[in-house]
């Protein structure tokens, strides 16, 4: 470790892999019914009235064409007992959905239920993020789960302890 005062030239994606941020689970359903989804810690809170939340998307992701259109999607906070699943929605052409770990919403798009924190989202605006699309949400309803999120820092998964 370096002392204080002095400064490390790191890259880029050294510089925000160390920046601390939960992670979410991010779900559709396309036009023919099929459940699309991926995981992103690229989330945060964009405006309080109109409740807006933000989620950055690759435009490289095989999901990035469904995304591009839908009008809903839900945005799920996990926990430490959801790292398993998150880590399966980070790989392309994993089968996400099974398991069972899924149910219908109001919307019927796939909801997972106890998740820290779950956001039903319509799509607000979408903004051009370089090789991102970031996907503007308007929050209509948020749900709490029991275990806090877990917190996703140097490509590793940690527990949340207050200081
Ligand atoms: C902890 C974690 C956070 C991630 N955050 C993002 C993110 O914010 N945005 C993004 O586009 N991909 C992110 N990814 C990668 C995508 O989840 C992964 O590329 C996913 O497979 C893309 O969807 P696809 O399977 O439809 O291609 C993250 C992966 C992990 C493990």
Known sequence: MLPPEMDQVISFRDAMARFPS??????TVDADGKSWGF???AFCSVSVDPALILVCLSTGAECHPVFAEAEHWVVHIIHADQVDLALRFATR?????????????????????????????STY?????GDHTILVGAVSACFQGNPPPTVYRDRAFHALTQL
């Open 22 to 27: 939960g992670v979410t689970i991010v779900t």
């Open 93 to 121: 052409g994993a089968d996400k959905f099974a398991g069972g770990s899924f149910e219908p919403d109001h919307r019927g798009l796939p909801r997972l239920s106890g998740s820290s924190i779950t956001l039903d989202c």
């Open 125 to 129: 605006a979408r903004h051009p993020g």
């Open 39 to 41: 995981t992103a810690s």
